[in-house]
């Protein structure tokens, strides 16, 4: 039976009639993996081990939060620990490694090994806490380095790796996809503009790279979100490159990061603020206040302008204003765009240094200094109807605190005047030739009086 199948199989050849003939032996194609691409840049990605002396009891805290003890001993704290993290080489000829600042702050011996095993000495060229670069060097041959990406041409959806050294067990990749951009308010550092991915971002894995498909840097991985009960969400955050990239540039030209202010607030804009100010996207952000003799001021912008770029960078939201600004030196310029009265315009301004934005506010101010302030009117059921001025906080040693003014006190007059509203307030110290502030404030179900002076 088997001689006349084949020789029917042979005679349909012969003849054309067999036109399809299965491959029963063929190897599997290999089109689909990144296997080549990742043997070139996963020696640009290194082990860090930093020898930290513990202080006090909040910087022990402070490396148990950022999960950089994962042998962390119970029970007395220790002089010393050793915390794990990862590295990037992105200039293989000098030696520059770029890290988070949380996993070499405070170090005083910081240890790199390469991929194939070679221990190097670090020298520390710099660390910007609020962004949470650090930027390192070694002194060695045969180094290889991640070539730049642009974190600005990232999309959701886009195919990413991260590369580290979790858990000290050894250089591992995960990979996944670009889950969000510009991830802000997430209280982790004070500038915050996360890549998110689902790529597995382990404790360890801290400074190590997000890379795409062409095998370019294109973030620092930093830190994941854990659920309350502390395991992982599959939520990971990297600090964009370009990002990393300007904090690298001031830190070698300046050895710091001297950061820039306009002196606006600014806000995001709702769908609700959208249609009020007859705008047809929700992108940008308006501005709500603009200091006195600050640069904003000076360039001519007002309150209710919406600006839309900044250095021909899109502005979505209020943090990509915090952002740009921030990251422009003190003294550079900034164009702005933006939108007043539905008219497009642009104003050039020169960014100054926030602390001179400090000294305005209290040169204007001086007896009430660091003190946030709100209009307030409530019914009281001891007080009766309330119109004041509600204090919302108070800068720790400023003039207000020393005078023991608290958030929540209602200050209902000051120097003897009734004042309903911050303008009356501010009208009564304008006038006021005295160095001192008599006020009355509500407290609880009493009121008290406070004496705020101006002179030290």
Known sequence: MHSIQIRTLLGLLLTGWLLVIPCFASAPAKNNTSAAMLQKVTPAVVNIKAQIKILDFDTFLRLQRE??????????????????????????????????????????????????????????LGIDNPSDVALLQIQSKNLTS?????????????????????????????????????????????????????????????????INTEGELIGINTAIVLSPQRGGTGIGLAIPV?????????????????????????????????????????????ITLILPNSPAAKAGLEVGDIITHINNEEVKNANDVVNDISFLRVGSNATIHLLRDKKEMSVTSTIWDPKKSREVSMQMNPLLYGVGLKDFTQFDPQHGDI??????????????????????????????????????????????????????????????????????
Do not use: C
């Open 242 to 286: 370009n990002m990393a990239k300007s904090v690298m540039q001031q830190l070698l030209e300046f050895g710091n990061v001297k950061r820039g202010s306009l002196g606006v607030g600014v806000q995001d804009i709702t769908p609700d603020l959208a249609t009020s100010f007859d705008l047809s996207t929700s992108k940008g952000a308006v």
């Open 67 to 124: 999960n950089q003890l994962p042998n962390a001993p119970r029970g007395e704290i220790p002089d010393k620990v050793t915390s794990m993290a990862s590295g990037v080489i992105v200039d293989a000829k000098k030696g520059y490694i770029l890290t988070n600042a949380h996993a070499v702050r405070d170090a005083q011996q910081i240890i790199v090994t390469l991929s194939d095993g070679r221990h190097y000495t670090a020298k520390s």
């Open 387 to 456: 119109k004041g001025v509600l204090v919302v906080s108070v800068e720790e040693d400023s003039k207000a605190w020393q005078s023991d003014l608290h958030p929540g006190d209602v200050i209902i007059s000051a120097d003897k005047k009734k004042v309903s509203s911050i303008a009356e307030l501010n009208k009564v110290i304008e006038n006021t030739k005295k160095h001192s502030l008599l006020l009355n404030v509500l407290r609880g179900p009493g009121a008290v009086f406070l004496v705020i002076n101006g002179e030290s």
């Open 146 to 210: 991640i070539v730049f990406g642009n974190s600005n041409n990232l999309e959701v959806g886009d195919t990413v790796f991260a590369i580290g050294n979790p858990f000290g067990i050894g250089q591992t990749v995960t990979s996944g996809i670009i889950s969000g951009l510009k991830r802000s308010a997430l209280g982790i550092e004070s500038l915050e503009n996360f890549i998110q991915t689902d790529a597995a971002i382990n404790p360890g894995n801290s400074g190590g790279a997000l």
